[in-house]
């Protein structure tokens, strides 16, 4: 989790990258089904960048329909389920890191499960944990 506080590094705004960068692409941890390298993406330099990235790309694809981009519960899904406002005091204070991650394990309520490899559900967690308050 420490890894995502260093996301106060804007993306580079060239994207370029030199292509002995490229081999350090794990195809193998891109989010399963659907998911493909948007094209204009730019290509991570690190590890911790490719995470960020993935959790961000997982958060757009699987999460924001109803949770909403900034996690108030407004995506176009959200009302029909009653989707958790996330960045909601209250609700922050009172669930653990374990509990959200349960969460996004094992689903809840209207909430369908999903089965996402743990450095990504851990990617979210923090992310969900940022949206506090916001
Ligand atoms: C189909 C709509 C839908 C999608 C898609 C969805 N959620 Fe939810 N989510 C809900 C609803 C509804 C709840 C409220 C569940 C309840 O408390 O009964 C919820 C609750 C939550 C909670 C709070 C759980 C708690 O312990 O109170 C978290 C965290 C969460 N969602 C994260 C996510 C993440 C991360 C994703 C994407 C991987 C996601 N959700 C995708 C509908 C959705």
Redesign the pocket.
Known sequence: MAALAGCDRPPSPTGEWSPKDHDRVDENSRVQSGAQAPSKSKTPTSPAEEARQLTEM??QR??A???GAVGHGDGP??PM????N?TADE?QAK?SDA??AT??RKG?????K?D?PDSVVGG?VGR?RAMRGR
């Open positions: 997982t958060w699987q999460c329909a109803c949770h899904n959200g389920v009653k989707a958790t996330l609700w669930v509990d959200i969460s996004i809840k309520g209207q909430m369908p999903f996402l979210l969900i």
